[in-house]
């Protein structure tokens, strides 16, 4: 068998022939004339002396990428693209998978210290940024932490949330020394609709039916609420029922309390839970078997019993008296 250059008239076998057979081996495949006998009859064979494997995606051309997670072989763009609908693939390597040790080498060897960095820098990123949002009692200004005291005298536990979050930016409530008195913001969500109102300043002492009766009442510029509440306006006021979520819940398992809007706001809190502020769901009597409605476990504080002491005189022993006397300042009994 013999290797015969298709372009050998052209450069006629000289030296230029070896520069154009290096040429041929890059830039095409080798056409190898397969001699057949003497009269040299052959037949055309096309083979890629690089790697010989076919596109696995179209079976048509030669592969010449790989797909990093993998390893399917695919010829072009329009086949990688076909490779990741059909199978699914993300095309990206697992940087955590196994990999045998005669399989190691400096390739992997930098993608693992990559991956190390890349882990590290994360890492510290995260760290500086829990710092910064995080909610400890050094974070806490003196009027949360006198709102979180003035809270647990009545019952009340209160949670404050990290900073940055929209519940605690916006939580206007605080305890007023001169009044004695935990001004609270309330926020009002009507089910079944996209209505919810805010109620800033809301004095601890007020009724919750006096708060509500001011956002269904008609006044300028309260006209689009009162359409879109309608449904609420049908039924008379001491009809609504109004539920707080108990705090923490689940999401699947969420309960609520019902609260007695004809009583102050300060008593329907106690002995509950809150994030940052109350947020009270006003609900049809219609639609209420929709909510778990849990009643309220109130403590009973049982006053401890005084020790028993015995009533019996003391009996001193025998033959010793005791006398009682008052010394003055300075003065030394012998």
Avoid at 13 to 21: D, N, P, Q, S, Y
Avoid at 22 to 42: I, K, M, N
Avoid at 145 to 174: D, H, V, W, Y
Avoid at 273 to 300: G, T
Wanted: charged share 30%; aromatic share 8%; net charge neutral.
């Amino acid at each position: 068998m013999e290797t015969i250059c298709v372009r050998a008239t052209e450069c006629g076998g000289t030296k230029e022939h070896e520069v154009c057979m290096r040429d041929e081996a890059v830039a095409s495949p080798v056409v190898q004339l397969v001699a057949d006998g003497e009269d040299g009859d052959g037949v055309d064979e096309r083979r890629d002396n690089r790697s010989g494997t076919v596109c696995e995606e179209c079976g048509n051309n030669l592969a010449k990428y790989r797909c990093p997670a993998c390893a399917l072989r695919s010829c072009g763009l329009s086949c990688v693209r076909a490779h990741k609908e059909r199978t699914g693939c993300t095309g990206k390597r697992d940087r955590t998978a196994f990999v045998p040790l005669s399989d190691y080498d400096d390739n992997l060897l930098i993608s693992d210290y990559n991956l190390l960095e890349e882990s590290l820098r994360i890492t510290d990123s995260a760290k500086r940024i829990r710092d910064h949002l995080g909610s400890s009692e050094k974070k806490m200004s003196s009027q949360m932490i006198q709102l979180r005291n003035q809270a647990a005298n009545r019952n009340i536990k209160i949670f404050f949330l990290a900073n940055g979050m929209s519940r605690r930016e916006t939580n206007t409530a605080f305890y007023n020394r001169r009044f004695k008195c935990i001004f609270w913001k309330v926020e009002w969500r009507f089910d079944s609709t996209e209505v919810n109102l805010v109620d800033h300043r809301v004095d601890e002492n007020l009724k919750l039916e006096k708060v509500l009766e001011k956002h269904l009442a008609a006044y300028p510029g309260n006209a689009l609420v009162r359409h879109k509440l309608r449904q609420f306006l049908k039924e008379p006021l001491q009809q609504l029922k109004l539920l707080m979520k108990k705090e923490p819940c689940s999401v699947s398992k969420e309960e609520y309390f019902e609260l007695n809007m004809s009583e102050p706001l300060r008593k329907q809190l106690a002995y509950k839970s809150i994030y940052e502020y109350p947020i009270v769901n006003v609900v049809l009597p219609s639609e209420a078997h929709k909510f778990k409605i849990i009643s309220e476990s109130i403590p009973s504080f049982r006053v401890p019993e005084a020790p028993k002491v015995n009533s019996m005189p003391y009996e001193a022993h025998a033959g010793t008296y005791y006398q009682e006397e008052e010394i003055e300042e300075g003065e030394i009994v012998e």
